[in-house]
Structure formats: structure tokens, C-alpha cells
């Protein structure tokens, strides 16, 4: 075992955030809670969970949980992640400029 594989991240997490701009947050929750579970099947996926600030309701922050961060791009560019998306519900316009998506390191939990 190398000197420094105790600091070797174990995970990475892909953080994505976006803002409803049309008071349509209560049909993405429902999307989200009735979501088609397609990504639990890719390989490399390993959890997700999606949290709303207690400031913000409208506000959406969608963590997902990869044992490595190819396996997430790959998903990311591949037709699953269309597909996951076709429940979008219709009509839904976002706040411009705040949406982000970010990847961290799991250093520890
Ligand atoms: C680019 C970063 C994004 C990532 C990494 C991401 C990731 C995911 C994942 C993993 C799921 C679960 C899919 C499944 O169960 O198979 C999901 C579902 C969903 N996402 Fe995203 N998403 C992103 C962007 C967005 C944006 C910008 C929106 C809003 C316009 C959005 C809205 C939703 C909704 C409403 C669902 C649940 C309904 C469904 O899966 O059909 N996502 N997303």
C-alpha cells in the first residue's frame, strides 16, 4: 500500500443546483419523489439524495454518490441521462446563471 492511500478519496459527489423560477418547485419534488430509478442501475452509481434549503423553497440540491468520477461523466453524456430527465415537468424555466453542477471528493463521512 502506497505511504499516502489513506487520503485517496473513497468517492466522489456530483453536487447539482438549480433554482425554480416559476413557482413549479412542488412538480419537480413530486418528479423527484416519484423519479424512474434508472441511475440506480448505472454502473459506478452508488446513492442520491436531493435537499431543499430551509431558505430558499424553491431552490434544489441533487447530490449523487459515484465510486469514481468517469463513471458520473459517462452517465452524464450517455442516453440514461436524458431519459432519467423525461419527467421534467412541462413548462419548467429555471433561474438563469444559478444553476451549477460540481464534483467533490469524499474525504471522509
Ligand atoms: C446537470 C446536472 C444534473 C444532474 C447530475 C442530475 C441528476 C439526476 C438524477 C441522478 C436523477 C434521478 C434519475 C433516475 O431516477 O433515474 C435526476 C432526476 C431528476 N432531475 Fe436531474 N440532474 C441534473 C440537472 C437537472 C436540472 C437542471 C433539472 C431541472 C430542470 C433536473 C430535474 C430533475 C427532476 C425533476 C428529476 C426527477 C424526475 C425524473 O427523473 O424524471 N435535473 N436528476
Request: aromatic share 12%; glycine share 6%.
Amino acid at each position: 500500500m502506497s505511504q499516502d492511500a489513506h487520503i485517496s478519496p473513497t468517492m466522489v459527489v456530483a453536487m447539482s443546483r438549480f433554482v425554480v423560477a416559476n413557482r413549479m418547485g412542488d412538480q419537480v419534488k413530486a418528479a423527484f419523489l416519484d423519479r424512474p430509478h434508472l441511475v440506480d442501475q448505472v454502473p459506478g452509481f452508488v446513492r442520491m439524495e436531493v435537499l431543499i434549503p430551509h431558505d430558499e423553497p424553491e431552490e434544489f440540491w441533487l447530490m449523487t454518490w459515484w465510486t469514481d468520477k468517469d463513471s458520473f461523466w459517462t452517465w452524464h453524456r450517455g442516453h440514461t441521462f436524458g431519459e432519467s430527465h423525461r419527467g421534467i415537468p412541462k413548462g419548467l424555466k429555471l433561474v438563469p446563471r444559478q444553476t451549477s453542477l460540481r464534483m467533490f471528493d469524499q474525504l471522509c463521512r
